[in-house]
Every structure is written in structure tokens, then in C-alpha cells.
């Protein structure tokens, strides 16, 4: 059996590698190496389905509870050792917005493995920002993973399996045919994973922006992300290896892919430092700007349009949603095709009301 897989980003690698291992794959992307125009390569990668639930439907949040228990068994099977932990998140408001984070535990949908930390504990958690915090919430169960290094072992798993990587600015899907580079090809399925690339064949996806600054600071030591409350600015800062953190906000509702302001580097660096002076003499290495494809509703969706299985919508949710939408995409395109494969999940972790939520038809 031939499959397409158009695009490359977060959902498409995952997605060829687990198709790779029972089919012939074809992989069409822009750029399959830096993956510049990834917004998976740009995201911060926290899988945090406490958090969200402040703002994220239970549809999110039930995926997101599942893709945390998923990606460790995603990444056991890479031959490259990709950088995960559970060590949960951490909450934080200065005094002046306590009333923040009262306003956010109210808020929260779930209430599992969640404990509320004064300053001796605070300190216990992250010792180097303890004194400055009087207040916050542990979030235990949350995790994270390095993003760039699961970019780097993808790529490493689709060079081993033999996947046909075909560079394209410009792959289109007409029924059962990918057209790129003048060449029209016909498979027996395509997946569409194009992101925002599958305008104008799902016309109600728009463009949310997000904004991260990277920074290389080897006199800050966090163990976990940290999220700081604030009632213009909420940000994160999520520790990376080899002292490398990502600093960024949740979301800009825009479609514009215009390089970061300087309001906008001064507010996250600014709200960085007053967590932790030591950001003051940390080095910039990079200012990332990306557009995540989103629908109507911020809800994900599974579309099958005759022998193509379309996955969209992840929003600002990539990392937290990738892993239990591809196994419901991957339960679909089993029972359609009358295949039988196993991949990284058991049909019996996946939820029959989440995929009724998920599956949208054209």
C-alpha cells in the first residue's frame, strides 16, 4: 500500500514514522531538515492539561490527559534519546497579583495532583526563586519535552526506514493524488498534515500567532516550567538542556508572521528577569515568531474526505493534543483501509466520545 504524507511538521513526522513501519511512505514537505516554518520547532513543547483547562474544553483536556501518558511511549521506541520529564509546573504571582492565581485555581477544570505551595516550598521546588514568591500552585503530573531533539530523532527515523522524502513548495491534494513539482502522483490514502499549507481545501482555518525568545543562561537553574501570573502578560519560561530556556506567552490573535516587536521582547524578557535575576546576563539566541493553524472553535479535527484523512486545528496545542489525535486518526485509517496494525497505542486508551468530537466530515 502507497500513503502521502504532506506535510512535515509536529503531527506529519510522528504520523510517517508510525506508518513507515507497516506501509510504503512518501513524505512531502518545504524543508525537512531545519524545518523553519514548523510551528512545532519554534513551540516550547509543554504538556500541561491542568493548566489549560483554565481556557481549553474538555475535549483538550481529555486528548491532553492522554497524550501525556502516550509520549513516553512514543519516545521509547526512537533510536535517539530525546530529552522528557514529569516533574510538573509551577504557578506563580507576585504579591501584588495574588488575586491571579486565586481567579486561575478557580477556573481550573481539573483539580487532580494539584497543591497549593507557600515560599518555604516554593524554595524546595526551585531553590534559586524561592524568596522571591509567596504564593503558587504545584501542578505535579504535568511534563515537557525537548522539541528540537524529537525533530532531529524523527527525521533520523524516517532516514532509517526509507521514507521517500520529496522537497516541495508546493504540494496540493486533488482526491487521491498529491500534484508537486510538476509531477502528480496517486496513492491508495493520503494524510493531510499541512497546517495552515491546507488553505483553501479547509477554508475556516485562520492563523493564531505565538512569540518565543530563546535564551542560552547558564546562571539560572530551573527544574520545571514556570508559569508567572499577570493580569497583561502571562507568561512561561521552560528550561531546556544545557541551560537553555524558552520564554514566551500564550497566544496573539493575529495572522501576522512579521518578526517580534521590541514591546513585545521587552515584556517576556522583562517578566523573565523579575522570576529570576539571573536572566539579566543570559544571551539571546534566537527570536521565534510562528502561526499555529486553528479553526473556528480551537478544537482539533479529523477529516475524511474519501481516501484522504485530513488532522488540523491543533492550535496552540500541538504537543499536548499530537499523540491522541494521530491515535484516533490512526484508529480511523485502520478501520476504513480494513487494516490491523498496532502502534503506539492499545484501542482501548483511546475514547469513543473524543473521536466522535474529533471526526468532522467535509
Request: hydrophobic share 45%.
Amino acid at each position: 500500500m502507497k500513503i502521502a504524507v504532506v506535510g512535515a511538521g509536529l503531527v506529519g513526522r510522528l504520523l510517517a514514522v508510525q506508518l513507515a513501519k507497516h506501509y510504503q511512505i512518501t513524505l512531502y514537505d518545504k524543508d525537512f531538515n531545519s524545518a523553519q516554518y514548523s510551528a512545532g520547532k519554534i513551540a516550547a513543547a509543554m504538556l500541561a492539561p491542568v493548566a489549560e483547562s483554565v481556557v481549553a474544553s474538555p475535549l483538550v483536556v481529555g486528548l491532553g490527559e492522554l497524550s501525556v501518558q502516550l509520549w513516553p511511549k512514543l519516545l521509547s521506541q526512537l533510536n535517539q534519546t530525546v530529552f522528557y520529564q514529569q516533574a510538573g509546573s509551577l504557578i506563580l504571582a507576585h504579591a501584588q497579583d495574588k488575586g491571579d492565581l486565586a481567579s486561575f485555581y478557580q477556573r481550573l477544570k481539573l483539580k487532580s495532583g494539584i497543591q497549593a505551595v507557600n515560599r518555604q516550598q516554593i524554595a524546595e521546588l526551585e531553590p534559586e526563586i524561592g524568596g522571591k514568591f509567596h504564593q503558587g500552585l504545584w501542578l505535579e503530573n504535568e511534563a515537557q519535552l525537548d522539541n528540537r531533539a524529537l525533530y532531529l530523532a524523527l527525521f533520523a527515523e524516517l532516514i532509517q526506514a526509507k521514507v521517500n522524502l520529496v522537497a516541495t513548495d508546493d504540494a496540493n491534494i486533488e482526491s487521491d493524488w498529491v500534484l508537486a513539482n510538476g509531477d502528480k502522483t496517486r496513492f491508495d490514502w493520503i494524510f493531510d498534515c499541512r497546517g495552515l499549507g491546507a488553505l483553501p481545501d479547509l477554508t475556516q482555518l485562520r492563523g493564531v500567532r505565538g512569540e518565543v525568545i530563546r535564551v542560552y543562561a547558564p546562571e539560572v537553574n530551573l527544574n520545571r516550567p514556570v508559569r508567572l501570573l499577570h493580569p497583561r502578560y502571562p507568561i512561561y519560561i521552560v528550561p531546556k538542556p544545557n541551560h537553555e530556556y524558552v520564554i514566551g506567552a500564550t497566544e496573539i490573535e493575529s495572522q501576522s508572521d512579521h518578526p517580534m516587536t521590541v514591546r513585545s521582547a521587552l515584556e517576556l524578557l522583562s517578566a523573565a528577569y523579575s522570576v529570576h535575576s539571573g536572566f539579566a546576563e543570559a544571551q539571546i539566541t534566537q527570536l521565534d515568531v510562528g502561526l499555529r493553524p486553528t479553526l473556528p472553535d480551537n478544537e482539533p479535527a479529523i477529516v475524511q474526505d474519501n481516501r484522504c484523512i485530513r488532522i488540523n486545528g491543533l492550535y496552540r496545542h500541538g504537543y499536548l493534543l499530537a499523540p491522541a489525535v494521530i491515535a484516533h486518526a490512526l484508529n480511523l485509517f485502520n478501520r476504513v483501509s480494513e487494516q490491523e496494525n498496532t502502534y503506539f497505542y492499545q484501542y482501548s486508551e483511546l475514547s469513543d466520545n473524543h473521536f466522535n468530537l474529533l471526526y468532522r466530515q467535509v
